[in-house]
Structure formats: structure tokens, C-alpha cells
T-cell receptor, first 109, second 113 residues
Framework: RKEVEQDPGPFNVPEGATVAFNCTYS??????FFWYRQDCRKEPKLLMS???SGNEDGRFTAQLNRASQYISLLIRDSKLSDSATYLC??????????FGAGTRLTVKP | EAQVTQNPRYLITVTGKKLTVTCSQN?????MSWYRQDPGLGLRQIYY???????DKGDVPEGYKVSRKEKRNFPLILESPSPNQTSLYFC????????????FGNGTRLTVT
């Protein structure tokens, strides 16, 4: 089993749609969790950290479920500019950040 | 502006010709790391450094060297590049890798012919 797994997609949605991504992790001792956005051939950029209580930033909501060992990202009212690859990142131990393979999202007019 | 700076952005070289990719951060971060990204394989860690003079291997260290003589700099060295090292490379840093997010440089696209 991979340490961090994501549905690779692709997800093709119309503008205005709501889309959700999930990411599972294998190490129950993982301490910190993040969602990154990566545009083609560019560096990953932090979208949001994921906190135990869940957190929201505008149209984006992130949640953590420690019991089931997954994190989620919900995007409401999708925009064309949301088209990108979304990476979940989990700190599985002291020095070790693990990346999911990424979920590709395309928002269409 | 807080940032991680990598150079060069693009590099084409030939097999066996030593090269160095530089990485510098101005955020006083203790943790720095190098990754390579290949289609279908995602981001894989090459080397990381927890602090000055402390470096360790990641998942794919073969063919690479690093050094951390100063806190801000973490160069990646390819002593004898080979075509299988053709890839997109990212340097990243973090205040505390346990709890803080990684900040990435804008990448170096390396082609070895």
C-alpha cells in the first residue's frame, strides 16, 4: 500500500460545479496535512493546510478524518482558473513529507 | 519577498559533464529538500537537510550529491549526469517539516543527452 494515495482522475467538470477530492494515508502517526496546487510544469503552491477541525478558505474546504485516515478537498463553484493538478501532502514522520500522485482537474465552460 | 530561488531554470547538458543546480532560501528555514518529478511517478525526494551540515538520503539519491554549508543554500550536484536524470527538479524549504508547509522553488528542467 502506498503511503499517500489519491484518485488520479482526471476530473472534468463544468464551471460552477462542486468537486471533491480524497486522499488516504497509511501512517496513523502523521502529524500535518496539506493541499497543494500545481499548474503544468510549474512548482507546487500551497493551497491550504488541513486542520483537525476542518478549515475553509473562500470556495475551498479541507477536512481531516483521522479515524479513517483521509483528508479531503472540496471546491465549490468551480472556475476555469481552478484547472490544475491537486496534490495532497502528508508529513508521515519527522523529516518525511509524502506526496500523493496528484488529481488532475479540468473545469470546462 | 520570501522565496526559494533555483538556478538555472533550464539546462541541457551531455552525459558525464558535472553540473550543479543552486538553491537558496531567504526565510531562515532549517529544513531543505530536493525532489525530482517525472510523469507517472510524482514527486520523489532525492536528499534532504535538517540543518547546516546535516544531510541525508531520500528515496532516489543515486547519482546525486548535496551540501549544506550555510543555512540558506542547498546545492544539488550531479557528478556524472546520465540520461535517466533528465527530469524536472524542485528545491523546497520549510521552517519545521513536521508541522509547516514546504515552500518550493520554481523548478529546473534538466535534459541530459
Amino acid at each position: 500500500r502506498k503511503e499517500v494515495e489519491q484518485d488520479p482522475g482526471p476530473f472534468n467538470v463544468p464551471e460552477g460545479a462542486t468537486v471533491a477530492f480524497n486522499c488516504t494515508y497509511s501512517n496513523s502517526a502523521s502529524q500535518s496535512f496539506f493541499w497543494y496546487r500545481q499548474d503544468c510544469r510549474k512548482e507546487p503552491k500551497l493551497l491550504m493546510s488541513v486542520y483537525s477541525s476542518g478549515n475553509e478558505d473562500g470556495r475551498f474546504t479541507a477536512q481531516l478524518n483521522r479515524a479513517s485516515q483521509y483528508i479531503s478537498l472540496l471546491i465549490r463553484d468551480s472556475k476555469l482558473s481552478d484547472s490544475a493538478t491537486y496534490l495532497c501532502v502528508v508529513n508521515i514522520k519527522a523529516h518525511d513529507m509524502r506526496f500523493g500522485a496528484g488529481t488532475r482537474l479540468t473545469v470546462k465552460p | 519577498e520570501a522565496q526559494v530561488t533555483q538556478n538555472p531554470r533550464y539546462l541541457i547538458t551531455v552525459t558525464g559533464k558535472k553540473l550543479t543546480v543552486t538553491c537558496s532560501q531567504n526565510m531562515n528555514h532549517e529544513y531543505m529538500s530536493w525532489y525530482r518529478q517525472d510523469p507517472g511517478l510524482g514527486l520523489r525526494q532525492i536528499y534532504y537537510s535538517m540543518n547546516v551540515e546535516v544531510t541525508d538520503k531520500g528515496d532516489v539519491p543515486e547519482g546525486y550529491k548535496v551540501s549544506r554549508k550555510e543555512k540558506r543554500n542547498f546545492p544539488l550536484i550531479l557528478e556524472s549526469p546520465s540520461p535517466n536524470q533528465t527530469s524536472l527538479y524542485f528545491c523546497a524549504s520549510s521552517f519545521s517539516v513536521r508541522y509547516s508547509p514546504l515552500h518550493f522553488g520554481n523548478g529546473t528542467r534538466l535534459t541530459v543527452t
